[in-house]
């Protein structure tokens, strides 16, 4: 998943943090680094593994991700790929 900040002064140690403090029956959060966009702004790569039917993605980005007070780091989400076993 590709987590956006606002713009190059986001703190993304904090926006990471605001990640990964949400919880879910499900979802494990995983490996991350930070990709350079351009203009000084870095996006954060994220990998989480989902128990499907538990974790709903569209909820875990709309209802946790893009809302308060997470939503003050983080402008937009992208899911990069998805693997299913």
């Known amino acids: 998943?590709?987590?956006?900040p606002?713009?190059?002064?986001?703190?993304m140690?904090?926006?990471e943090e605001a990640v990964r403090s949400v919880k879910m029956e499900g979802l494990f959060w995983g490996a991350s680094k930070l990709v350079p966009v351009g203009y000084g702004i870095?996006?954060?790569?994220?990998?989480?593994?989902i128990v499907d039917d538990l974790v709903s993605?569209?909820?875990?980005?709309e209802d946790h991700l893009?809302?308060?007070?997470?939503?003050?780091?983080?402008?937009?989400?992208?899911?990069?790929?998805?693997?299913?076993?």
């Open 6 to 11: 606002w713009d190059d002064e986001t703190d």
């Open 42 to 49: 870095k996006k954060l790569q994220i990998m989480l593994t």
């Open 13 to 15: 140690k904090k926006l």
């Open 66 to 85: 893009l809302t308060e007070p997470i939503n003050e780091y983080v402008q937009s989400c992208d899911i990069v790929a998805f693997n299913k076993i």
């Open 1 to 4: 998943m590709d987590v956006k």
């Open 57 to 61: 993605v569209d909820n875990l980005i």
